[in-house]
Each structure stands twice: as structure tokens, then as C-alpha cells.
DNA sequence: AGCACTGTTATACTTAACTATAACACTATA
DNA sequence: TATAGTGTTATAGTTAAGTATAACAGTGCT
């Protein structure tokens, strides 16, 4: 939700106790995910008020996964997809489409730009 | 392994123990995933001789493989990869090449066709 | 002051997966 | 027949993750 823009920088996360309802799950599991966001230092917790997201965070999420996904994951998804011999036209069949042809993409827009600063640093 | 042909139908599974050892890990654990491989009918398993791999599990595992692979990994692998705005290039420089510019890649072969009947229904 | 929200801590319990050890059952082969 | 390989079963222990309950602690608003 952070590196798409539903939540940007400054926002609190949804209550510990909210998310916890909403996905069925103890409070203290979702406090402790939570908690890793701060030990990372993306986030700020202010006890009475609620968790914070700290300025840049967005940058840092979306240049650590980034390389965490192509370090780590794709390497592996790589090869299965060589493995199981599948082909460009299968892979982009199965993909959710954005737009249906388009050409400029833009009209549920407004606030459609959760850039801000940054974006082609990496 | 049996999908890239290092084990051939017919072949037993590495056993029980071996796995085990090679792996550090317990004996129970490998039998419990080779007894999948039983329930799933893939394999047969002979008490005193080995686990052995039946005919045309070679066939059934690729198209299952195929098609757990295009319905519920490769969405959420394609919805990350658009989240993260990560490019063909990008994804195509981190991934393991097979032949270096290549035209027709076949030298290390012999019985490098592990195909026998089919490949190409699905 | 009281209430309704926040995060936080403590204690004990449940569960799934895996481990450790040992024994049993079966087959081929020297 | 002995031996060294196979798969299989039984029993008990360990571990990590999540759960259940309850209470504590701080903030803002009426």
C-alpha cells in the first residue's frame, strides 16, 4: 500500500486492532509485523496515537524490494518458467491487464502521480 | 529432476536415506513428501527395491506444474513486477543465461531429447 | 472526568512441521 | 543364510508461529 501510493509518507498504517479484525488474525501477529517496519526504520510508532510512515520511505521500500525481488526471487521464477517451457504469449496471457489498449492511460486520475520527488534513482 | 529428464520414468527416486542424509534432514520428512508423490499417483513405491517413477508422469507433472504455475503463482509474480516498475531489461539481465548468442543449441547432447511421446498438448 | 481510540506487555495455550531413535518389513545378492 | 540395501511404522520431543485473554499505557475529544 506504501510504494502504490494508497498510503503516503506521514499517514498512519491501519490500527493494529483494525487489521487485525479485518484479516481475522491476533492483534499481536499484526503488531509484530508492524514492528519490523519500525525496526527498519520505515515507520514511526507513537503509542496512543498510532504507527507513522517516515519521510522516504516510500523511496527505501521500492529500491529494497526491488533488489530483494531481482536478487532472490527472480532468479528462481526464471528458471521455472525455463523449466516448465513457457513462452512469452502464455505468460502475458494470464496477466491482469492495466488498460485495455490504450495509448495515454489517464481519466480515474487526479492525485494520480504519488511521486512527489524521486522515482528514476536506482 | 524428473521434469528435466535426470530421472527417467521407470528410474527409482533417490532413497529415503540418501535424500536424507544429503540433505540434513529426516528421513520421516523425505518419506512424507515421496508418499505425495504416491497419492498424486506419480510414483510407485516397492517395498525393499525403491520408489519407482511411473509412465507419462513426466507429462502430468509439466502440465500441472504449467498450469499452478500460470494460475496462481505467475499473477501475483506479474503484480509485483508492475508494482516494483520493473522493466524487460531489468528482469532479463539478472536471469541465467543458457547459451551465450547461440543458433542451434545442441552439443552436449546425445539422448538430449527427453520428450519421447508428446510435449506439446495442453 | 469519561470515553474511545491508539500502541504495548504478559501469560499460557494450540498447532503444524520437523526431529530423534528405534524397530519392523521386504528384496536382491554374495 | 547373512548382509546391505530398500520402504514403513511407532513414540516422543522440539520448535516457530500464531492464538486467546487480559491488562497496561498514552492521546484526543466531548
Known amino acids: 500500500m506504501i ?9 498512519p498504517l491501519p490500527s493494529v486492532r483494525n487489521v487485525a479484525v479485518e484479516y481475522r488474525v491476533n492483534p499481536l501477529t499484526v503488531l509484530k509485523g508492524y514492528q519490523q517496519l519500525v525496526d527498519e526504520g520505515l515507520v514511526e510508532s507513537k503509542r496512543g496515537l498510532g ?7 516510500r523511496n ?11 536478487g532472490e526471487e527472480w532468479p528462481r521464477i526464471y528458471e521455472t518458467i525455463q523449466r516448465l517451457g513457457l ?5 502475458l496471457d494470464g496477466a491482469p491487464r492495466r488498460a485495455p489498449t490504450n ?10 502521480a504519488p511521486d512527489s520527488d524521486s522515482e528514476k534513482e536506482r
Not at 495509448?103 to 494520480?112: I, L
Open 51 to 57: 504507527m507513522f510512515i517516515n519521510a522516504g520511505t
Open 87 to 91: 513462452t512469452p504469449e502464455e505468460l
Open 60 to 70: 527505501l521500500l521500492l529500491k529494497g524490494e526491488r533488489q530483494r525481488f531481482l
Open 3 to 11: 510504494i502504490d501510493g494508497v498510503l503516503k509518507e506521514g499517514d
Open 103 to 112: 495509448s495515454a492511460s489517464s481519466k480515474t486520475a487526479k492525485s494520480n
